[in-house]
């Protein structure tokens, strides 16, 4: 909570920002939004006050892109494109920084760099250069002074979160962990050797597969000795983003249509093994980041985002496709309790039957009709709907389909995404079932076999001996025993309460038809009224409860 009160400058700045962009939002706030869930401004208000805000919120509003889990679609497609709007930091001061990264003078290692940015973001500036050797690179220069900004208003951030967590939508969406989430991957973010790390990782994956052929698929070369944590050197690759790609009409005997169905099945092949096989993918795969070369070969760039995903994970994600394929909905809920975080309490009807609404709509279509990456945002919908929290790496997971389906889809519209998956459903599944090495996973099978008739004899052996001693106990916990509990007592009460009141009708109708007396006449029309405000006051609690039904 100490960064609330000591950038107070920042958070003015802020407030100012909110109420000159959304003045309805923040009228709603100031006015008192009694709502347990923060109402959000509209999706383009927030995308404009993130922009305003500047390069860390920018990375903030990226990042929330990335989490469809957590919010809704409209939002995650305005913020998908994100973007700061930055000057370059002058050429002098980016000189500087170079020469401090590197221990040899400029002159002994490039011949030339060319002094104009070719790229500015909010965190980095690329430059065109080439090396003593001929060899043309691209160099990624961190902006100076962005670290002190970044920790600035990293530390404000983790302060509105902790705040924020005190509601309930804080806490069911974990708030403060989606801070640390934001603080780990921005600051990691700062370190270029982290991004070197990741696209020498996924050119090694990649280079050799059954799937596809990978002479066709190129990821840069990474100059160890030319990176440091401020300025990141890269292999130049002349190309353009594939959907801006013009294709020869005839090559190597096909025809354009034939090339982009070959290029489309390349990339999701790719695609497909990152993240079923290696369970590690570029999670950032827009078309901006994915080139067509001028020799015809397909480049993925940009490789600092990048996702994970456990063998369990991958094997639950399988699974979860077949069953939409199926459009079983019991299933669906099933893996989607399997994915979500522990300790969490859902009702697994209401669950189900989200999931039975959802796929309705997909009876007597096509396979080819479906787009599946707009299935995996409405079961994350689902899932939110139901307050379930999965991990993170599920809306990476989701967000990279999107962006994969789209851009396969603008490259080449006739694309059928299950005829791109069906030929490798099989192999994925002998791969999670007897793993990369399959020979030794049948001997640990079978050790396991051998292990267990060994021992089975004499834990029956056991079993036995403890039930016919009586020795055996049973520990039962049955979840939300208290619950019931109070509501048969609340029950039982009610039926004596009702008992009670017409007891006391039918007494007073006794009394009244037994004598006609003055003062027997005024008690039984005590007991009348007395009996009627007793029933009204029931009726009125039972609706107050909701429970009339």
């Excluded at 530390?155 to 969406?173: D, M, P, R």
């Excluded at 994956?205 to 401020?230: A, G």
């Excluded at 999701?268 to 369970?279: E, L, M, P, S, T």
């Excluded at 009702?347 to 007597?364: A, F, G, I, S, V």
Aim: hydrophobic share 40%; net charge neutral.
């Amino acid at each position: 909570m100490f960064a609330l009160t000591k950038n107070t400058s920042r958070q003015r700045e802020i407030a100012e920002v909110v109420l000159r962009n959304g003045w309805d939002y923040a009228r709603g706030l100031l006015t008192g939004n009694k709502s347990d869930e923060p109402r959000l401004p509209s999706p383009e208000v927030l995308r404009n006050i993130l922009i305003e805000l500047g390069p860390v919120y920018v990375k903030l509003g990226q990042l929330l892109s990335t989490r469809p889990d957590l919010l809704p679609g409209r939002y995650v497609d305005t913020l998908t494109d994100l973007q700061t709007n930055v000057p370059p930091v002058p050429w002098s001061q980016v000189e500087a920084l170079i020469r401090r990264e590197l221990s040899q003078p400029l002159e002994t290692i490039f011949n030339d760099i060319d002094h104009n940015a070719i790229a500015a973001g909010s965190i980095g500036q690329v430059y065109r250069a080439v090396l003593v050797d001929g060899q043309q690179v691209a160099l990624k220069v961190q902006r100076p002074g962005i670290e002190a900004v970044v920790a600035r208003d990293i530390s404000l951030i983790k302060s509105l979160a902790e705040l924020a967590s005190l509601t309930e939508f804080g806490k069911n969406f974990d708030i403060v962990g989606l801070a640390e989430e934001f603080s780990n991957a921005i600051t990691a973010e700062l370190d270029f050797t982290t991004e070197a790390k990741y696209t020498n990782q996924l050119r090694q994956n990649l280079t050799d597969s059954k799937w596809f052929d990978s002479s066709q698929l190129v990821i840069p070369q990474v100059y160890e000795d030319l990176t440091s944590t401020r300025l990141l050197t890269i292999e130049w690759l002349d190309g353009v983003p594939i959907l801006e790609a013009r294709l020869p009409q005839v090559k190597d005997g096909k025809d354009e249509d034939s090339q982009r169905s070959e290029i489309t099945t390349l990339l999701f092949r790719a695609f497909f093994k990152q993240v079923y096989v290696d369970g590690f993918f570029h999670a950032d795969p827009h078309p901006g980041n994915i080139f067509y070369l001028q020799d015809g070969r397909l480049a993925i760039l940009d490789c600092g985002m990048v996702g994970r995903l456990d063998p369990r994970t991958q094997q639950i994600l399988t699974e979860m496709l077949l069953a939409i394929v199926d459009l079983d909905g019991r299933r669906c809920s099933q893996l989607t309790l399997e994915l979500a975080e522990g300790g969490q309490q859902v009702n697994l009807k209401n669950l189900t039957n989200d999931y039975d609404k959802m796929l309705r709509k997909y009876y007597n279509r096509s396979i080819s009709e479906i787009n599946f990456s707009e299935v995996i945002y409405e079961v994350l919908q689902v899932s939110r709907n139901n307050k379930i929290r999965l991990p993170s790496n599920m809306g990476l997971y989701a967000k990279s389909l999107a962006n994969l389906e789209g851009v396969a889809r603008g490259f080449y519209p006739q694309i059928n995404l299950l005829d791109q998956i069906r030929p490798l459903v099989a192999d994925v599944f002998r791969r999670q079932l007897l793993g990369q090495r399959p020979v030794e996973t049948l001997l640990r099978i079978g050790l396991d076999f051998k292990s267990l008739s060994l021992r089975s004899p004499r834990m029956v052996e056991l079993l036995l001996d403890r039930i016919t001693s009586e020795t055996l106990q049973w520990n039962i916990n049955l979840r939300q025993l208290d619950t019931l509990s109070l509501s048969i007592k609340d029950s039982a009460n009610r039926l004596s309460f009702s008992i009670l009141v017409g007891s006391l009708i039918m007494g007073a109708a006794i009394i009244s038809t037994g004598s006609s007396t003055t003062q027997v006449s005024i008690l039984s029309n005590v007991l009348f009224a007395v009996a009627s405000f007793l029933g009204l006051w029931l009726i009125a609690s039972i609706i107050r409860s909701g429970r009339l039904k």
